[in-house]
């Protein structure tokens, strides 16, 4: 059974993390076509082949560190707080289960990501 810590942080990383960077590789691929995502198309289509190789490798450079700066922010500000309700447990402070969140969020990556996580 997996931990409390470790349960939040697959939560996080399929959730948030992976389906982030499939909805941003998509709006690229031409594959959401909402008005958003068309006008980002056609930008992205201007760039040569390089600029957009770069776009799609920096996209989970980014969310990456959206993520880490979120989690940073809700440990730093005592007015913020991540409530949870593991699968066995009642509601719950993020803070008494995980001493700093934004250090354990590589390791959420490496063990729980379908995408590509930072190097």
């Known amino acids: ?12 990383v399929e959730g948030c993390f992976d389906e982030t960077i499939a909805t941003w590789r998509a709006i690229l691929s031409g594959q ?7 006008r980002v198309r056609r930008q ?3 760039l040569d082949p390089s ?8 996209v989970p450079k980014i969310v990456e560190s959206t993520l880490f700066q979120l989690l940073v922010t809700i440990q730093d ?3 913020l707080a991540i ?8 509601l719950i402070d993020m803070r008494t289960v995980c001493e700093y969140p934004p250090g354990d969020l590589d390791g959420w990556l490496r063990k729980y990501s379908r995408q590509v996580a930072s190097d």
């Open 44 to 46: 992205f289509d201007q």
């Open 1 to 12: 059974m997996e931990s409390t810590s470790d349960e939040f942080g697959r939560i996080l």
């Open 77 to 79: 500000e005592p007015r």
């Open 32 to 38: 959401i076509n909402s008005v958003r995502a068309r």
């Open 83 to 90: 409530a949870f309700r593991p699968t066995d447990h009642n």
């Open 51 to 58: 600029s957009q190789q770069f776009v799609f490798d920096v």
